[in-house]
């Protein structure tokens, strides 16, 4: 009789990865989008939350893997000893350093690599205290990037996964008339875990959506990065949208209401 550990939850996530409507960029989409990815995140309140789940001390050292333009990383290297940035992006690790320059942060150690690469052979150093993983698990190989966290980390591990449609609109999607698929959410990778004889903590974190905008432009462009090669069909449907949604206040500013709440699963485990 077949049972949970029967289950093949990396064919599973595989073959999920496989009808996701939403593709993973490469390299050159990420450089292109370092400076607004960059300006968007780095205020945001899920980081306020994240960073009460990693609960760094002063001596402790923290690896960031898929750190980005540095949302997680900065704030962590004012709480930690030294915090390893990893990034596949060159354009994502330049505004990185640029910020890390501005606020003069001279513990973070920016390095460009992917979750593929050998991290040894590049000279990562093994162990950290702390491995983080935000938002960062669209890959391949999940079942080998969870193990790679869980070996180079001494103390904890902390990820974080989309619940359902994450940070997506499934309304803007069927706006423009495209079918959406998701894709794999957290739940596989807990059980992924499970069956890696891990017992992973699970917590939420809302995944908050300004619905205050200085110009209709920026409220736009706030879910515009959904939505790839849109022709002008799309995309004459996609303004009908935002514009149904899009109010004028008194004080100049555009307000967007949506009905979609997103939110993060944070999964986590002591070592």
């Not at 003069?104 to 979750?115: D, G, K, M, Q, Y």
């Not at 940070?167 to 069927?174: L, N, T």
Request: aromatic share 10%; net charge negative; charged share 30%.
């Amino acid at each position: 009789m077949s049972g949970v550990s029967d289950i093949d939850w990396d064919l599973i996530w595989r073959k999920s990865r496989m009808k996701r409507s939403c593709k993973n960029k490469g390299r050159k989409d990420w450089d292109k989008k370092a400076p607004s990815f960059a300006r968007r995140n780095m205020r945001s309140s899920y980081i306020k939350r994240l960073l009460d789940f990693i609960a760094p001390e002063p001596e402790d050292t923290v690896l960031d893997v898929g750190a980005g333009p540095g949302t997680l990383a900065i704030p962590l290297a004012s709480r930690a000893r030294l915090v390893t940035a990893i990034d596949y992006s060159a354009g994502m690790l330049e505004e990185l350093k640029a910020e890390a320059d501005r606020q003069s942060l001279t513990n973070i150690v920016p390095v460009h690599a992917s979750w593929e690469d050998d991290w040894q052979k590049i000279g990562v150093a093994q162990h950290h205290d702390i491995a983080v993983a935000s938002r960062s698990l669209s890959v391949d190989d999940l079942q080998g990037a969870l193990a790679k966290l869980d070996k180079w980390a001494f103390k904890r591990v902390v990820v974080t996964d989309r619940v359902g449609a994450g940070p997506f609109d499934p309304e803007i999607f069927a706006a423009i008339g495209r079918d959406f698929d998701p894709g794999p959410d957290y739940i596989i990778t807990v059980n992924m875990l499970y069956s890696m004889g891990i017992n992973a903590k699970v917590d939420y974190i809302p995944a908050e959506y300004s619905d205050s905008y200085p110009t209709r432009e920026e409220a736009i462009d706030s879910c515009l990065w959904m939505l790839e090669d849109m022709n002008p069909g799309e995309r004459e449907r996609f303004e009908a949208y935002m514009d149904e949604r899009l109010t004028r206040q008194d004080d100049g500013t555009w307000r967007l209401t949506r009905r979609h709440k997103p939110k993060w699963a944070v999964i986590s485990w002591e070592k």
